[in-house]
């Protein structure tokens, strides 16, 4: 296994997932649990991370996620909600969740 992407957002982790998911990609999440959890774990430690199951999977998914949150043909989207910036490759704020319009 290893890991693609991490992030202290979780919806910025989900979003990934579900765009290499999509394309037929096993994936994990690693510490979906651990925020919140007691003790002297550094921030860093409890964000999310997405490993591929498949070694052979990681150079496709490393591509398909860079190709989403670094698109230079989109640019970011202000939510008309809450008024956030929005990566381009979402859909849905990350803030509040409310659909792009
Ligand atoms: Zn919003």
Redesign the pocket.
Known sequence: MKMIYTNENRFFVNNARNIVEAQGIETIVKNEFAAGASGDIAPFDTWLELWVIHDRDYKKAFDLIEQAFNDTHQTQWM?A??N?QNEPAFDL?W??G?ERV
């Open positions: 939510c909600k809450c956030e704020c803030s509040c409310a």
